[in-house]
């Protein structure tokens, strides 16, 4: 079943922003690490940055560091990635799910994810 939704996703030229959005049940985000991650057709899944739950810890790898930044809402029961300076090598489908990450790792945990939403970077 679907616990977490995106939203955000769409069409943008190299050099852009857009701002990603996860929604789910405040017992899921107040519990476990959100990652958000990635997956480009012919590509492997990345997992591309990450937030903690108890801490409020973030993690990037390296391929969007510096340019986007993971936040959350629990008033919302939200998690947002701001992506900036959009590449078209950013075009995947990103989803978000329950994660464990550290300064070496973002990795999916529990299988709990979304359904994805689509980022298109093209001119």
């Known amino acids: 079943q679907v616990q977490l939704v995106e939203s955000g996703g769409g069409l943008v030229q190299p050099g852009g922003s857009l701002r990603l959005s996860c929604a789910g049940p405040?017992?899921?985000?107040?519990?476990?690490?959100i990652g958000w991650f990635r997956q480009a057709p012919g590509k492997e899944r990345e997992g591309i940055s990450c937030?903690?739950?108890?801490?409020?810890?973030?993690y990037y790898a390296d391929s969007v560091k510096g340019r986007f930044t993971i936040s959350t809402d629990n008033a919302e029961n939200t998690v947002y990635l701001e992506m900036n300076s959009l590449k078209p090598e950013d075009t995947a489908l990103y989803y978000c799910?329950?994660?464990?990450?550290?300064?070496?790792?973002?990795?999916?945990?529990?299988?709990?994810w979304g359904q994805g939403t689509l980022v298109t970077v093209s001119s």
């Open positions: 937030i903690s739950s108890s801490d409020g810890s973030t």
């Open positions: 405040g017992f899921i985000l107040d519990h476990y690490a």
């Open positions: 799910a329950t994660a464990t990450c550290n300064d070496h790792h973002i990795r999916g945990y529990l299988e709990v």
